[in-house]
Nanobody, 127 residues
Framework: QVQLVESGGGLVQAGGSLRLSCAASGRTFRSAAMGWFRQAPGKEREFVATISWSGRGTDYADSVKGRFTISRDNAKNTVYLQMNSLKPEDTAVYYC????????????????????WGQGTQVTVSS
């Protein structure tokens, strides 16, 4: 069982930066892949980034590649999403998720591949 709590969202101007954090509790965190997803009003939840249990493998959606960086600190049971050069189209509720096969180096990009979800944090980018 894993409980996830996101923080760090807010209102920022286009071109600005935000750092999201996701604090996890539960023993599974350190062996699970972690992902960030986002959902804008009227749209489906979409993949943003994922990181393997070890932190050595990462993958990004094309729309954020080069601007966002996912990282994790297993000692602190926390995963991060550093978001730079933000655009109005990045506005959404951002969710972190835990899942995938334990100790896998695979890339998990689908909502259905994750077992645990946080409550989400709002990110709003003004033009």
């Amino acid at each position: 069982q894993v409980q996830l709590v996101e923080s760090g969202g807010g209102l920022v101007q286009a071109g600005g930066s935000l750092r999201l954090s996701c604090a996890a509790s539960g023993r599974t965190f350190r062996s699970a892949a972690m992902g960030w997803f986002r959902q804008a009003p009227g749209k489906e939840r979409e993949f943003v980034a994922t990181i393997s249990w070890s932190g050595r493998g990462t993958d990004y959606a094309d729309s954020v590649k080069g601007r966002f960086t996912i990282s994790r600190d297993n000692a602190k049971n926390t995963v991060y999403l550093q978001m730079n050069s933000l655009k109005p189209e990045d506005t959404a509720v951002y969710y972190c998720a835990a899942g995938g096969a334990l100790y896998s180096s695979g890339s998990y990009r689908k909502v259905g591949e994750y077992d645990y979800w946080g409550q989400g944090t709002q990110v709003t980018v003004s033009s």
